[in-house]
């Protein structure tokens, strides 16, 4: 794998997720860029089913990408799905209130399906800074929402529903 030359900061593989485990299962590996001042993106090999030759890069991308949006802080695959933090997005509950997007892969590649955001999002709260998948389920994490307490955070859960995509299930906050 090669990452081509950029002539800002570059943190290469921030964050990422641990591929299923042995040649014959789907193996997925992200390799997450962060380029500081432009759209960051984060780059994944298509699956690995029968070899563990490294496979070809191909480049995930938010459909609404912006700079600063940290879009790849944070990724998790898990069998045919990724799920991509992008904790600085600006969106309509405000100013780095943060997003997740997932991708699917169908058909031979990488396919966005569904930005996520906190049903009581707000400025600051950074959801997407903290991704995980299993089966039908993500978890996000928002560290500055104001859940208990002012910038206590919370995790967010999602479950999948084959009909209406993923949604919103709960809120999980400090109880004291």
């Excluded at 029968?50 to 459909?63: N, Q, R, T």
């Excluded at 998790?76 to 991708?103: E, K, L, M, P, S």
């Excluded at 928002?142 to 993923?166: E, I, N, Q």
Aim: charged share 15%.
């Amino acid at each position: 794998m090669t990452i081509m030359s950029i002539s800002r900061s570059v943190f290469a593989g921030f964050t990422v997720s641990r591929p299923a485990e042995g040649c014959t299962a789907m193996k997925r590996t992200i390799f997450v860029m962060l380029v500081a001042g432009f759209v960051a993106s984060a780059t994944a090999p298509v699956p690995v089913r029968a070899s563990c030759s490294i496979p070809e890069v191909v480049k995930l991308l938010a459909p609404d990408a912006v700079t600063s949006a940290y879009f790849g802080l944070s990724v998790a695959v898990d069998g045919d799905w990724a799920i991509v933090g992008a904790n600085g997005d600006d969106n309509t509950h405000g100013v780095n209130a943060g997003a997740a997007y997932v991708f699917q892969y169908t058909g031979g590649s990488w396919v966005y399906k569904q930005k996520l955001m906190a049903s009581d999002g707000a400025t600051g709260d950074y959801f997407g800074y903290s991704v995980d998948i299993e089966g039908s389920t993500i978890v996000v994490g928002a560290p500055y929402d104001d859940g208990t307490y002012t910038d206590s955070g919370s995790l967010y859960v999602f479950k999948f529903d084959p009909r209406l995509g993923w949604g919103q299930q709960a809120k999980l906050a400090d109880s004291n």
